[in-house]
């Protein structure tokens, strides 16, 4: 499809899981021949200066906030520097920005710059009538999969687990999901009754989405059609899978936290290791486990002897993320000079690891993941079989997918408040990492899955995959809009 110079004006929530994936779509647009206008506030557009390519022509705008006005800590423009109680009110207080970015889609327009489409957060449903009342083309963009994501539209709207006294309960207007588990909800799913915080918001923004002219998706479709087909029957809209939609190399170490290891000395590390012989633990850009959950995971990476290890560590639950790491208070006693320093089969990392490097380097066979999105969507990329540790939000339904439908995981844990015995995580760890069929059989898959992700993403004469056709097709339905609009 032929490019233009049309604008795209790209707004995303204030998150690093949400403005990370907006801006490798950003970028992968911008390719394409036209103009994106990135939308945020105005800390995380300093921040995102920074984050942007010295090739890259994107303009980024910034939109008045003060995190005080609402009853957050001053500075607070992102949920990484917020404990995830608070996560709710800053989702409460993005609803002021509506007068701002009307003010600036309206003063583009005067401007004369030609708009094609506003690209908008799912957590921002209120960006619909914004944008139809401009008469421009709205798409949401959905970091998150169609299985995860369609599970927690209907958990928000049915509260199905409300309506029985059974452990089990499935979703109404999603039955091919198939059963769940109360373990399987996030803490505000299972505290919710109708008229909480969360699902007061999620009541107001969640209808939104099926007014929207489209919903783009970080999925293909040959992975995630049974969540991609739940969206088609509830908003009878266009559902376009465009992934996946990763920051890679360079532009993914520009953005976030610091490393806490330079991505160099991380690849040296990983060169005098086996291949298949490293297991990867990180849990996001906003999860931490508690301080007993971390002392056993510790005891069980020790206790695996023929597995090495980068494990990413952030302080535990009652403490600030994004503090000093303390390992004599948080990890078993001599753990640092046993395993890191005497046996090198450790690697500590903290606050923040090259994640795309690591997981795409032959030493490493399995990744310990909190089961977020990105986080999935890089290890399959690279054809990493996962453990997953669901904490929040979608990451459950997430690791019910992988372990279920994709069959490419296996769950280690569920959530932060309970207790766990390193033997039972020392057992999964050897199920995955070894030479046993179940081993053999996940990175089979994993390796399937690679190959129908490049499969998707593939542009060649003659050839354009799924995940290609996709955008194309968003772009043209943006462009046919605003043809009609101006014939008008």
């Not at 557009?45 to 006005?69: G, V």
């Not at 600036?104 to 401007?111: A, F, G, R, T």
């Not at 373990?183 to 009754?193: G, I, R």
């Not at 995971?297 to 980068?310: G, H, S």
């Amino acid at each position: 499809m032929a490019g233009s110079k049309e604008n795209i004006v790209m707004f995303p929530f204030m998150a690093q899981g949400h403005l990370i994936p907006f801006l490798a779509l950003a970028l992968q647009i911008e390719q394409r021949g036209y103009n994106v206008i990135f939308v945020n506030t105005t800390l995380n557009i300093i921040k995102l200066r920074k984050s942007i390519p010295p090739t890259s022509s994107i303009r980024l705008l910034e939109i008045p906030f003060n995190s005080s006005d609402h009853g957050l800590p001053p500075g607070s423009e992102n949920t990484d520097v917020l404990p995830y109680t608070l996560v709710i009110q800053l989702l409460e207080a993005s609803t002021s920005l509506k007068p701002a970015f009307t003010s600036l889609l309206s003063d583009l327009i005067h401007d004369g710059s030609p708009l094609l489409c506003v690209v908008a957060d799912i957590f921002f449903g209120w960006t619909v009538e914004v944008t139809h009342d401009l008469g421009l083309f709205h798409a949401f963009f959905s970091g998150a999969g169609g299985f995860g994501l369609a599970c927690y539209h209907s958990v928000w709207l049915n509260l199905p687990h409300r309506s029985t006294d059974s452990a089990e309960f499935s979703l109404p207007d999603f039955p091919e999901a198939g059963k769940f588990h109360m373990t399987q909800l996030a803490a505000s799913f299972v505290a919710a009754d109708g008229k909480d915080r969360w699902s007061v918001f999620q009541h107001k923004n969640l209808p939104a989405w099926s007014y929207s002219d489209g919903v783009l998706f970080n999925s293909i479709e040959e992975l995630d059609k049974i969540g991609l087909s739940y969206f088609r029957r509830k908003f009878n809209r266009p559902i376009w899978p465009i992934g996946p939609i990763l920051l890679l190399g360079e532009d993914r170490s520009r953005v976030g936290r610091k490393h806490g290891i330079k991505p160099e000395e991380c690849i040296e590390w990983l060169d005098t290791k086996p291949p298949n012989s490293v297991l990867y633990v990180s849990f996001g850009s906003m999860n931490t486990m508690s301080a007993s959950q971390m002392i056993q995971l510790a005891k069980a990476l020790e206790q695996v002897r023929n597995t090495n290890f980068i494990w990413v560590v952030r302080p535990p639950l009652g403490f600030d993320i994004t503090a000093e790491f303390r390992p004599k208070e948080w990890l078993p006693e001599g753990f640092i000079e046993r395993v890191v320093v005497d046996q090198k089969r450790g690697l500590i990392v903290v606050q923040w690891a090259p994640q795309v490097e690591v997981l795409s380097h032959e030493s490493v066979g399995a990744f310990l993941t909190h089961c977020g999105w990105n986080s999935v969507l890089e290890a399959l990329s690279g054809g990493v079989p996962l453990m997953g540790w669901p904490m929040a939000a979608e990451q459950f339904f997430n690791a019910k997918f992988l372990v279920e439908e994709v069959g490419v995981c296996v769950e280690v844990a569920r959530g932060t408040n309970f207790e766990v015995r390193h033997e039972d995580i020392k057992e999964k760890i050897e199920l995955v990492m070894g030479e046993n069929a179940k081993g053999k059989e996940m990175r089979r898959k994993a390796g399937e899955v690679k190959e129908m992700i490049k499969e998707a993403i593939r542009d060649e004469e003659g050839f354009k995959g799924s995940s290609v056709k996709a955008m194309d097709e968003f772009l043209s339905a943006a462009a046919l809009l605003m043809k009609e609009k101006t014939k008008l």
